[in-house]
């Protein structure tokens, strides 16, 4: 079981965070189509009820911004990842399918709004992930952008160094389709507990019905803790 802290620098800066954990056994797939059929649909509901001005007002959306700019990181130029997709999502452009389980992880984050990190937990160096803040010329490689400054952002560290930010998680640890467990992490930078846990069985749910999982374990870290 991967263990997984959040620093006393992100415990001050940001006390009401918590971080819902899934970590479970899958079978992954280049694309199914029930899953895709349920993200269109999920799609399709999110452009009626929302708009660019309701959707940064969204708490998910803005509690994470927030986080951004009290860390000193500009939110508009290193947009976070559930906002880039919502954006996506609103301007009807077609999603990108990658896999099932990054699919499905896209899925639950249009209904939760929260930016969702997924690992190939065989990709982890250690037993330990530790939530910090992004320091000035640390090396880290987004997936599909190539370097990318993490500066001032909030990163999940394993013993090589970062591989998670809500931005963008590195390549080093990205989910492919030989990954046989998994493990996301639900930032729920609004402090709302029982949506963070929600998103959560929600995932665990998607993983049992698309990804040959029995769902795997879940659990919720705190910043109060």
Known sequence: ??????????????????????????SNSEENPELWRQIEAEAEK???????????????????RQAYKVLGKDPSRYRPSNEAL?????????LYRINTIVDLNNLASIRWGYSIGG????????QKLVLGIGREGEA?????????????????????????????DHERTKVSLETK????????????????????????????TFAGSDGGTCRLIKATD
Request: proline share 6%; net charge negative; hydrophobic share 35%.
């Open 119 to 126: 690992f190939d937990v065989d990709r982890i160096k250690g």
């Open 46 to 64: 999110f452009r009626q009820t929302y708009d660019p001005t309701t959707l940064k007002a969204r708490p998910s959306i803005a509690a994470t």
């Open 140 to 168: 880290y490689e987004g997936i599909g952008r190539g370097p990318l400054n993490i500066s001032c952002l909030p990163v999940y560290r394993d013993e090589e160094g970062g591989i998670g930010t809500p931005t963008s």
């Open 86 to 94: 919502l954006r996506r999502v609103l301007q009807g452009k077609e």
């Open 1 to 26: 079981m991967i263990e997984v802290q959040i620093s006393p620098e992100i415990r001050a800066s940001v006390p009401q965070l918590c971080v819902g954990v899934v970590q479970a056994a899958v």
């Open 181 to 208: 467990e998994l493990l996301f992490l639900v930032n729920g930078y609004d402090g709302n507990e029982a949506d963070t846990l929600a998103c959560c069985h929600d995932l665990q749910q998607l993983l049992r």
